[in-house]
């Protein structure tokens, strides 16, 4: 199963975001360990604008969302 994880400087928010996109049948264990991911990664954080202390992570908008097969246009 594949996961996809993208960060922007602003999200759909207006403000830092990461979004984790899974393949369906992905497992929990394997998105947590994605989120894991994301918030051990410092460089990511300054890459996107975050500041923070250790392991503060305000302002950033975490999105988790199965991935579509199809892109519905509209």
Do not use: H, N
């Not at 994880?5 to 369906?24: C, E």
């Amino acid at each position: 199963m594949a996961i996809t994880i993208s960060a922007t400087k602003m999200g759909r928010r207006g403000r830092p975001a990461v979004q984790i996109a899974f393949d369906p049948g992905t497992s929990l264990d394997d998105i947590l360990a994605a989120q894991k991911k994301v918030f051990a990664d410092r460089a990511l954080a300054r890459k996107i604008g975050l500041t923070f202390c250790g392991g503060c992570y305000s302002g950033l908008d975490l999105d988790i969302q199965q991935k579509f097969e199809t892109i519905v246009q509209g």
